[in-house]
């Protein structure tokens, strides 16, 4: 069975910075594209950070919102991975959700989601 499991959310203060950690089991992600999506509160899902693969190279891109800030990476050991948050502003604050193997438009897989609140 393929699980996503997200881990590292938490309260922090604005400027402050978290990690977020994304395990997978069940089987390999190696080479095979992963992103970080957000939910605020009445809001729609929100695309965070994301990883791609062209061979053996691996390719990030970022929502705007995020950029400079965020740094998305991954450990094709440990099938884990991480989005460093530095910076955070309390307009961060949302449940963080990975995903993992994009096929036709949507990703296959998505974990339960970890908590983020900054505050101000």
């Known amino acids: 069975q393929v699980q996503l499991v997200e881990s590292g959310g938490g309260l922090v203060q604005a400027g402050g910075s978290l990690r977020l950690s994304c395990a997978a089991s069940?089987?390999?992600?190696?080479?095979?594209?992963m992103a970080w999506f957000r939910q605020a509160p009445g809001k729609e899902r929100e695309f965070v950070a994301g990883?791609?693969?062209?061979?053996?190279?691996?390719?990030?891109y970022y929502g705007d919102s995020v950029k400079g800030r965020f740094t998305v990476s991954r450990d094709v050991a440990k099938n884990t991975m991480y989005l460093q948050m530095n910076s955070l502003k309390p307009e961060d604050t949302a449940v963080y959700y990975c995903a993992a193997e994009y096929r036709s438009g949507s990703y296959n897989y998505w974990g339960q989601g970890t908590q983020v609140t900054v505050s101000s």
């Open positions: 990883v791609s693969w062209s061979g053996s190279a691996m390719f990030t």
């Open positions: 069940g089987r390999t992600f190696s080479g095979v594209a």
